[in-house]
């Protein structure tokens, strides 16, 4: 499966992004998706994801209550939408795909597709 990330930008800190993911192949449903993100000199962190099948989701603690992701099926496109800004929300975001069973969807390794990245950047 392919995937390309787009709706980064730059924004001020309180604002809002919406990050979409589209995905090539007719299996959609049979992936998880998920969000990941990098910052200069960091290591790449989870942020959200949407399970296959019943689409459920879960959301890093530095994000919940901020963070939605969500999944169209039918669009074949993961979004992510980003509400409260930070500026250490600045990063590169990434999605991702997986098919079949994972044992733990905050590891970045267990992923097996990955979109090229879309930058987000908040100014304080």
């Known amino acids: 499966v392919q995937l390309q990330a787009s709706g980064g930008g730059l924004v001020q800190a309180g604002g809002s992004l919406r990050l979409s993911c589209a995905a090539s192949?007719?299996?959609?449903?049979?992936?998880?998706l998920a969000w990941f993100r990098q910052a200069p000199g960091k290591e790449r962190e989870f942020v959200a994801v949407?399970?296959?099948?019943?689409?459920?989701?879960d959301h890093a603690d530095s994000v919940k209550g901020r963070f939605t992701i969500s999944r169209d099926n039918a669009k074949n496109t993961v979004y992510l939408q980003m509400n409260r800004l930070k500026p250490e929300d600045t990063a590169v975001y990434y999605c991702a795909a997986v098919r079949g069973r994972i044992v733990s969807v905050i590891r970045a390794d267990e992923y097996e597709y990955w979109g090229q990245g879309t930058q987000v950047t908040v100014s304080s």
């Open positions: 949407a399970r296959r099948n019943d689409g459920t989701t």
């Open positions: 192949g007719r299996t959609f449903i049979s992936y998880t």
